[in-house]
T-cell receptor, first 111, second 113 residues
Framework: RKEVEQDPGPFNVPEGATVAFNCTYSNSASQSFFWYRQDCRKEPKLLMS???SGNEDGRFTAQLNRASQYISLLIRDSKLSDSATYLCVVNTNTGGFKTIFGAGTRLFVKA | DAEITQSPRHKITETGRQVTLACHQT?????MFWYRQDLGHGLRLIHYSYGVQDTNKGEVSDGYSVSRSNTEDLPLTLESAASSQTSVYFC????????????FGPGTRLTVL
C-alpha cells in the first residue's frame, strides 16, 4: 500500500462545476499536509496548506480528517485555468523527516 | 526576485556515462531536495541536504550522489547512467527543515539511451 494515495482521475468537469479530491495517508504520525498544483510539464507549486480546522482560500477549501487519515480539496465554480494535476503532500517526522507526494489527480475543466 | 534554477533543462545521454544535473537557488535556504517524477509514482525523494556539507539519502538514492559545498548549489550526479534513470528531475528548496513550503525548479528532462 502506498503511503499517500490519490485517485488518479482524470476528472472531466464543465466550467462552473464543483469538484472534490480525496487523499488518504497511512502514517498516523503524519504532521503536516499540503496541496500542490502542477501544470503540464511544469514544476509543482504550493496551492494551500491543510489545517486541522480546515481552511479556505477563495474557491478552494481544504480539510483534514485525522481520525480517518484523509485530506480533501474542494474546488467550487471551476475555471478552465484550474485544469492541472493536484498533488497531495504529507510530512512526517518519525525517525527522520519525510515528505511524501501522492501521484496526483488530473483535472480537466471544459468550456 | 529569488529563484531556483536547474540546468540543463533537457539532456540525452548514453548508458554508463556520468551525468551531473545542476541546481542553484537564490532563496538562501539551507534545505534542498532532489526528486524524480515518473508516471504513476509521483515525486520520489532522491537526496536532500539541510546545509553545507550535509547530505542524506532519500527513498530512491541508489545510483545517485550529491554534494553541498555552499548554500546555493546542490548538484546531482548519476555515477553510471542507466535506462531506468530516464525521468524528470526536480530540485527544490525550503526555508524550514520540515519542508513547509518547497519551491521547485523548472525540472530537467533526462533520457538515457
Amino acid at each position: 500500500r502506498k503511503e499517500v494515495e490519490q485517485d488518479p482521475g482524470p476528472f472531466n468537469v464543465p466550467e462552473g462545476a464543483t469538484v472534490a479530491f480525496n487523499c488518504t495517508y497511512s502514517n498516523s504520525a503524519s504532521q503536516s499536509f499540503f496541496w500542490y498544483r502542477q501544470d503540464c510539464r511544469k514544476e509543482p507549486k504550493l496551492l494551500m496548506s491543510v489545517y486541522s480546522s480546515g481552511n479556505e482560500d477563495g474557491r478552494f477549501t481544504a480539510q483534514l480528517n485525522r481520525a480517518s487519515q484523509y485530506i480533501s480539496l474542494l474546488i467550487r465554480d471551476s475555471k478552465l485555468s484550474d485544469s492541472a494535476t493536484y498533488l497531495c503532500v504529507v510530512n512526517t517526522n518519525t525517525g527522520g523527516f519525510k515528505t511524501i507526494f501522492g501521484a496526483g489527480t488530473r483535472l480537466f475543466v471544459k468550456a | 526576485d529569488a529563484e531556483i534554477t536547474q540546468s540543463p533543462r533537457h539532456k540525452i545521454t548514453e548508458t554508463g556515462r556520468q551525468v551531473t544535473l545542476a541546481c542553484h537557488q537564490t532563496w538562501n535556504h539551507n534545505n534542498m531536495f532532489w526528486y524524480r517524477q515518473d508516471l504513476g509514482h509521483g515525486l520520489r525523494l532522491i537526496h536532500y541536504s539541510y546545509g553545507v556539507q550535509d547530505t542524506n539519502k532519500g527513498e530512491v538514492s541508489d545510483g545517485y550522489s550529491v554534494s553541498r559545498s555552499n548554500t546555493e548549489d546542490l548538484p546531482l550526479t548519476l555515477e553510471s547512467a542507466a535506462s531506468s534513470q530516464t525521468s524528470v528531475y526536480f530540485c527544490a528548496s525550503s526555508e524550514r527543515r520540515d519542508g513547509n513550503e518547497q519551491f521547485f525548479g523548472p525540472g530537467t528532462r533526462l533520457t538515457v539511451l
